[in-house]
């Protein structure tokens, strides 16, 4: 996904940071991590308070399989929900939750 789409779909937040990392790259909002994009996909922060709302959503959490264990790690990282995808006004609640669980991450 290019640099444009991304800063389009949090462009309800405001200016956002783009920096490569792992094979992907890590979306900032003042200096707070809320979203990745992994393989073209963009993933967004969650935690335990929001990551019942993007299960309900239809969301899927990020998992990678671990190198020593062999059993998928699940990672504070959900998919964004379809029908954001056609309203940004709903794009917008998305990325507000991304956010907000990112001021809450310690």
Do not use: C, N, T
Not at 48 to 67: C, H, I, L, N, V
């Amino acid at each position: 996904m290019d640099r444009e789409a991304i800063e389009e779909m949090f462009q309800a937040l405001g200016p956002v940071m783009i920096k490569r990392m792992f094979g992907g790259k890590g979306i900032y909002h003042e200096g707070r991590i809320l979203a990745l994009e992994v393989q073209g996909e963009i993933l967004l922060k969650a935690d335990a308070r929001s990551a019942p709302d993007f299960e309900a959503a239809g969301s899927r959490q990020w998992a990678y399989d671990g190198k020593q264990s062999g059993k998928p790690v699940k990672m504070p990282y959900w998919s964004i929900p379809d029908a954001a995808f056609d309203d940004p006004d709903e794009m917008a609640v998305w990325v507000r939750r991304a956010y907000e669980a990112a001021l809450r991450a310690k």
